[in-house]
Nanobody, 127 residues
Framework: QVQLVESGGGLVQAGDSLRLSCAAS????????MGWFRQAPGKERDFVAA????????YYADSVKGRFTISRDNAKNTVYLQMNSLKPEDTAVYYC????????????????????WGQGTQVTVSS
């Protein structure tokens, strides 16, 4: 049984930073890409960032490029999302996701490419 457990969300002010963590278990973490998505109230879930299984490549949504950094520690089975210069529009529930395909040669950016999801962690940015 694959499990993804996010942590690190909270209430911060605009300009602050947060680091989200996602601990994975139940399969060989280091052979699957990982992603972060977010869903704001009344909106669809959107792609935020993703990292290849090897950790060698990353990809970001334009809205977070230059402010967010995704990374992974395969020894700890954990993926991170460092969020700097937070804005009120970053307010959302953030979800960690695990790729459907092992050793995918490219980075997955669509929801349908992810097989496993965490329960989500709330990030609220006040102005």
């Amino acid at each position: 049984q694959v499990q993804l457990v996010e942590s690190g969300g909270g209430l911060v002010q605009a300009g602050d930073s947060l680091r989200l963590s996602c601990a994975a278990s139940g399969r060989t973490f280091g052979t699957y890409g990982m992603g972060w998505f977010r869903q704001a109230p009344g909106k669809e879930r959107d792609f935020v960032a993703a990292i290849k299984w090897s950790g060698g490549s990353t990809y970001y949504a334009d809205s977070v490029k230059g402010r967010f950094t995704i990374s992974r520690d395969n020894a700890k089975n954990t993926v991170y999302l460092q969020m700097n210069s937070l804005k009120p529009e970053d307010t959302a529930v953030y979800y960690c996701a695990g790729d459907l395909v092992a050793l995918r040669p490219r980075i997955a950016t669509m929801e349908k490419e992810y097989a496993y999801w965490g329960q989500g962690t709330q990030v609220t940015v006040s102005s």
